[in-house]
């Protein structure tokens, strides 16, 4: 399994997807060499010539293999960065065992696991955010919901363990939807929660990328305007600019005190155009999707945590504003499904020509996986039209 032993490496990325890639460049942009172990053997960071050791879970999610191949891991006092959901339960579950041959930082105790479910969360922040309107357990009937919170609403499953409605959300804008949800999903109300839709365009939509030291103390913080989702509305970051927001960083800064947080994190607002506030969507307990793009941005929140876990001195950087994030098949992909018209996109992409971009999969430093990922997708694509003919 260890076939290239190195002694030089200093970290090993927990590596899932885009995530993990933009881990791996942030790295390695500030001179620290480093390994990876991959989701999955067909996953995009395999690709990558930056990591000196590659390893990939055989079995999808499998803590005890995951947990052979770290203790089995040919070097010690390694720090561990985890770039996935399932990534930071697995070191929480294993922290007293893990702790005695790598360092790592997540939130304490077992703040992640209550992060991660919905009503929980919402529950935690309540008195350090501004939330949008939120039920936590749902009524048994449609007209008692009514009662409690105004249509549209988003009903949001308690986390991807008790996701029993088959989707990441489901959006509810008239009485014949919510009628179909409650006959469809009258058993599963336990694990859902409710909150109200905040009307607006995609531009609303804020992230605040962040680190936290030991003392819950914000150090870095990027923030970044979403300009489209993929899936459109409801989904992940696929085109976005980056642009300094204080008053959100001002929020992440007192949630973070408020939890005694500790590591890095996403956090998403939504701001209502009713009464001009931020609201708060959700935090994320680990390195958000566009963490290179923090980097590109002189905000390195890998390197952030990487310092965090060693008790080393972190320097916060000036953000660089103005600056364009990418991610091209999954947008025109959503900008379609979304029927927005050609000419439309194409303005759009191209009043922003000029800008500096940072692409999900594309680095000049590391170029590969930009043509794996190409590859990968096209067929897909092709795929998908000899469906559609036959």
Request: overall charge neutral; hydrophobic content about 40%; some cysteine.
């Amino acid at each position: 399994m260890f076939s290239k032993v190195s002694l030089d490496s200093q970290a090993i990325i927990l590596a899932a997807g885009p995530n993990g890639l933009g881990a791996i460049r942030s790295l390695n942009l500030e001179g620290i060499s480093l390994d990876v172990i991959a989701a999955t053997p067909d996953d995009v960071v395999l690709s990558s010539r930056l990591p000196i050791r590659k390893v990939a879970l055989q079995k999808n999610k499998n803590e005890q293999e995951l947990l052979s191949i770290l203790l089995n891991w040919p070097k010690s006092n390694l720090v561990l960065i985890p770039t996935s959901d399932w990534y930071v339960n697995f070191l929480s579950k294993n922290q007293q065992i893990l702790t005695e041959k790598f360092s790592f930082v997540i939130p304490n105790g077992d703040l992640s696991y209550q992060l991660i479910d919905k009503q929980k969360e919402v529950e935690l922040v309540k008195n350090l955010v501004t939330l949008p309107k939120s039920l936590l357990i749902l009524p048994d009937s449609a007209e008692q919901l009514l009662a409690n919170i105004s249509l549209p609403i988003i009903i949001k499953p308690r986390s991807n363990e008790m996701n029993y409605i088959g989707q990441k959300n489901i959006q509810i804008y008239n009485d014949i939807e919510l009628d179909s949800f409650y006959q469809t999903f009258a058993d599963k109300l336990q694990y859902c929660i409710a909150q109200e839709i905040i009307v607006g365009d995609d531009a609303n939509l804020w992230v605040c990328n962040c680190t936290f030291d030991l003392k819950g103390k914000l150090i870095n913080a990027f923030t970044f305007q979403r300009l489209q989702l993929t899936p459109p509305h409801f989904g992940v970051t696929s085109y976005a600019i980056s642009r300094p927001n204080p008053e959100i960083i001002e929020q992440v800064a007192k949630l973070g005190q408020g939890l005694n947080y500790v590591g890095p994190a996403m956090v998403e607002f939504k701001l209502d155009d009713r009464d001009g506030q931020y609201k708060y969507i959700e935090i994320n307990p680990r390195l958000g999707l566009c963490n290179y793009f923090d980097t590109s941005c002189g905000k390195n929140n890998v390197y952030a945590s990487f310092c965090v876990a060693k008790s080393l001195p972190f320097t916060e950087k000036e953000q660089i504003n103005q600056r364009m994030f990418l991610s091209l098949y999954e947008d025109l992909f959503s900008r379609h499904k979304d029927k927005q018209d050609s000419l439309s996109i194409f303005k759009t992409y191209f009043s922003n020509l000029l800008k500096s971009h940072t692409f999900i999969y594309f680095s000049w430093c590391d170029p590969k996986p930009a043509f794996y990922m190409f590859t990968k997708q096209f067929k897909a694509t092709i795929t998908s039209l000899k469906r559609k003919i036959t």
